[in-house]
């Protein structure tokens, strides 16, 4: 029940297009979830985050969709860049849990020019 | 832009040797993690730490690990009696008072257990 599911492992996309990252969970208690853009040999960089409160929100080319009701959220690249070209990670939060973040298995995204 | 440094980025023990993992997190930050990634999985956390306590630890977080925030600024990690199984890497992340959920991440050191 802690895990949260990302699909799919790997993606390719071409220059421009959209990149589409999914991820499911099931614990109701999670209450927060962010997304972590990680490049080669270095850590998890922070790239935007929803509250089940709210639906869509979106930052410059990243939205974040949310459906509370089936225990999904999904990332959307637009006009993707070969620069975004990295493994992308959802995570959430369980209240009251020390701020634990359970992360997804993660998405390695190639974007070719 | 303030940022989490760790160190050393590399470290190479002999099972059952002790290690110790540093971290400086953000200054004004008064929430510190630890999570490890082992290669080519997802990220794991081990421990939450707040107000000088361990708020939150998972499973992986045996009796073989401790953290300690031993000054102002340091915040480490250490494992007893290293296994093979520990080698990962390991990340420090921190976040602030005013928001709690945004956790900035180290580069991470790199463990190696032979």
């Known amino acids: 029940q802690q895990q949260v599911k990302q699909s799919p492992q790997s993606l390719i996309v071409q220059k421009g297009g959209i990149s589409i990252i999914n991820c499911a969970y099931e614990?109701?208690?999670?209450?927060?979830f962010p997304w972590y853009q990680q490049f080669p040999g270095k850590g998890p960089a922070l790239l935007i985050a929803i509250r089940p409160d709210v639906s869509e929100k979106k930052e410059g080319r990243f939205t974040i969709s949310f459906n509370k009701s089936a225990k999904q959220f999904s990332l959307h690249i637009m006009d993707s860049q070969p620069g975004d070209s990295a493994t992308y990670f959802c995570?959430?939060?369980?209240?009251?849990?020390?701020?634990?973040?359970?992360f997804g298995g993660g998405t390695r995204l190639m974007v070719k020019p | 832009e303030p940022e989490v440094t760790q160190t050393p980025s590399h470290q190479v023990t002999q099972m059952g040797q002790e290690v110790i993992l540093r971290c400086v997190p953000i200054?004004?930050?008064?929430?510190f993690y630890w999570y490890r990634q082992i290669l080519g999985q997802k990220v794991e956390f081990l421990v939450s730490f707040y107000n000088n306590e361990i708020s939150e630890k998972s499973e992986i977080f045996d009796d073989q690990f401790s953290v300690e925030r031993p000054d102002g600024s340091n915040f480490t990690l250490k494992i007893r009696s290293t296994k093979l199984e520990d080698s990962a890497m390991y990340f420090c992340?921190?976040?602030?008072?005013?928001?709690?959920?945004?956790?900035?991440f180290g580069p991470g050191t790199r463990l190696t257990v032979l």
């Open positions: 200054s004004n930050h008064l929430y």
């Open positions: 992340a921190s976040s602030g008072q005013g928001a709690v959920n945004e956790q900035f």
């Open positions: 614990n109701t208690a999670f209450d927060y």
């Open positions: 995570a959430a939060r369980k209240a009251n849990a020390g701020n634990m973040l359970t």
